[in-house]
T-cell receptor, first 114, second 113 residues
Framework: ETGVTQTPRHLVMGMTNKKSLKCEQH?????MYWYKQSAKKPLELMFVYNFKEQTENNSVPSRFSPECPNSSHLFLHLHTLQPEDSALYLCASSQEAGSNTEAFFGQGTRLTVV | AQSVTQLGSHVSVSEGALVLLRCNYS??????LFWYVQYPNQGLQLLLK??????LVKGINGFEAEFKKSETSFHLTKPSAHMSDAAEYFCAVSQNRDDKIIFGKGTRLHILP
């Protein structure tokens, strides 16, 4: 049990579908992150939320839309994705963005766009 | 801007041999440095971290890393490799008052019997 739970673990969607990824943390952290992990590429930071406020959008296409309703939950809404968006999407949390505490990761959602 | 470079996308060592995974960083201010491990179909798990103080940091599973400011390095070592160490290892850096945790490309460690 990592304290960070992501659902679903696997998702296959068509390019015209709309789906959402969910992340929940029970660690009392104030910062949450979305990362994209593609084969043969470094982990790409997508979004950062600190105290429910988005503080980083790393030039992510608008077909990815994050939502952070509270400090414990983070969503990634997906629509009209492309096949190249297929990847492992990792959610993480930390005590506070910019602090020296480590990030705790969920197990990820393996997304396949067909 | 901060960045992380991991030398070698794949490293193979024999069981019982020394493990050395290299990481160099760039940072405009004193960094926080981390090593994470990722097993297949899993998220990342923290192995160890350096924030301040002692430059030799000990982590879980017998791993340790040494912060060398003069070399801007934070190499990960383990004296004797075990088959269960086969995984992908990520070095990461963050800065105080910066929202980003930047990861290296990762090094996949293979353990030979």
């Amino acid at each position: 049990e990592t304290g960070v739970t992501q659902t679903p673990r696997h998702l296959v969607m068509g390019m015209t579908n709309k789906k959402s990824l969910k992340c929940e943390q029970h660690l009392g952290h104030n910062a949450m992150y979305w990362y994209k992990q593609s084969a043969k590429k470094p982990l790409e930071l997508m979004f950062v939320y600190n105290f429910k406020e988005q503080t980083e959008n790393n030039s992510v296409p608008s077909r990815f839309s994050p939502e952070c309703p509270n400090s414990s939950h983070l969503f990634l809404h997906l629509h009209t994705l492309q096949p190249e968006d297929s990847a492992l999407y990792l959610c993480a949390s930390s005590q506070e963005a910019g602090s020296n505490t480590e990030a705790f990761f969920g197990q990820g959602t393996r997304l396949t766009v067909v | 801007a901060q960045s992380v470079t991991q030398l070698g996308s794949h490293v193979s060592v024999s069981e019982g041999a020394l493990v050395l995974l290299r990481c160099n960083y760039s940072s405009s201010v004193p960094p926080y440095l981390f090593w994470y491990v990722q097993y297949p179909n899993q998220g990342l798990q923290l192995l160890l971290k350096y924030t301040t103080g002692a430059t030799l940091v000990k982590g879980i599973n017998g791993f340790e890393a040494e912060f060398k400011k003069s070399e801007t390095s934070f190499h990960l070592t383990k004296p004797s490799a075990h088959m269960s160490d086969a995984a992908e290892y990520f070095c990461a850096v963050s800065q105080n008052r910066d929202d980003k945790i930047i990861f290296g490309k990762g090094t996949r460690l293979h353990i030979l019997p």
